[in-house]
């Protein structure tokens, strides 16, 4: 990045702030909606991913650890008079421990498929996914099998990339409560990153920490306003909360289907 001029690096600024701003709000899509327009700025994604990484890491354990403060704070506690918290333990556990093989099999490059194939069969199915959370009609699957060859797909693909979220998603917004939900997540992509960071430092993948100087504090404005929206979207009814993850979705399934057939 050493070798950008000035517009390239105020476009890569206002990208991470863009990017700041959905990893907070909704709890997922800040490097898929983020990334295609870094590659249109400076088309190396090896570049990109590891800043993305160490983004992740840092809002993620701060975002999971003020929601654990103000759980505490507000004294959650269920009908049976026990702490909710924020985080849901008992199922992160469960989808880790269906995850983590496929993670590791992605990480280490055993690929069974073209990638530009699995990427593809990845966000159409998460665009059915979408479309039935836009029409308040969201899919809820009664077999255990569904889920689990669900989250072994995301699992497979966010250990080949960062692009396995939408697929995760799916299954954990309907298996976690919505108040619970992106704290959750943001605990589940901070172990999920841990695992990708490791493979950057084995092949010796320039982590670019030089930048994290000044992009830090544009993910942190982005952080801002996206924690503003999030309050808001937790104040809104049940449809309409699964509307802005339908949409949501969607929007990652579009880019992500632009960026992997036509980019």
Partial sequence: MEHLVWWQYAAIAGIFI???????????????LALPFLLLVHNDPLVFLPIISIHLLVFSSWIAWRGSQKAKQEHATTEHGEATGNIAWG?????????????????FGLLTLPHDIVTGVIFIIVAVFAVSYILAKPFYSNSPVVSTGLLMM??????????????????????????????TLFVLWFILV??????????????QLIHQLWLLPCAFIGHLIGQHFYDKIQKAETPVFFKFIGWAL????VFGLYTTFWL
């Fill in 250 to 253: 969607l929007l990652v399934c």
């Fill in 194 to 207: 841990c695992i990708k960071m490791v493979s950057f430092l084995i092949a010796g993948v320039d982590l």
């Fill in 18 to 32: 863009w990017s700041g701003f959905v990893r907070t709000g909704l709890g997922f899509g800040g490097a898929v």
């Fill in 154 to 183: 995301g699992g497979y693909v966010s250990g080949t990339s960062l692009i396995g979220a939408p697929l995760i998603v799916s299954v954990f917004a309907t298996k976690v409560p919505r108040h619970q939900l992106r704290d």
């Fill in 91 to 107: 199922y992160l556990r469960k989808a880790l421990g269906i995850m983590i093989v496929p993670k590791l099999i992605g990480v």
